[in-house]
Nanobody, 112 residues
Framework: VQLVESGGGLVQPGGSLRLSCAAS????????MSWVRQAPGQGLEWVSE????????YYADSVKGRFTASRDNAKNTLYLKMNSLKPEDTALYYC??????WGQGTQVTGSS
């Protein structure tokens, strides 16, 4: 089982990024997937969840209306489109499968 995040980077406030999470080693389309983040010196914060079919999504209040989770089950890939980024969105972003596997994370850093 492997989850590999990508797409992080340095972004100015108000900017956008799209994170990807490539999955392998399991039946991706059968599992809910989540995004979780960890800001410097802080604990883990759940960001978003998407159901196995991709037609139901859930968001933390802190990102609702700005972030959009999606998935392409044909490509075994999870996405997180982040708009209107704020400095407080700076964190290491992880994808998580509902069976408990995690990726290594991708860093998103807001700059001014």
């Amino acid at each position: 089982v492997q989850l590999v995040e990508s797409g992080g980077g340095l972004v100015q406030p108000g900017g956008s990024l799209r994170l990807s999470c490539a999955a392998s080693g399991f039946t991706f389309s059968s599992y809910y997937m989540s995004w979780v983040r960890q800001a410097p010196g802080q604990g883990l914060e759940w960001v978003s969840e998407i159901n196995s079919g991709g037609d139901n999504t859930y968001y933390a209040d802190s990102v609702k209306g700005r972030f959009t989770a999606s998935r392409d089950n044909a490509k075994n890939t999870l996405y997180l489109k982040m708009n209107s980024l704020k400095p407080e969105d700076t964190a290491l972003y992880y994808c998580e499968a509902s069976h408990g596997s995690w990726g290594q994370g991708t860093q998103v850093t807001g700059s001014s």
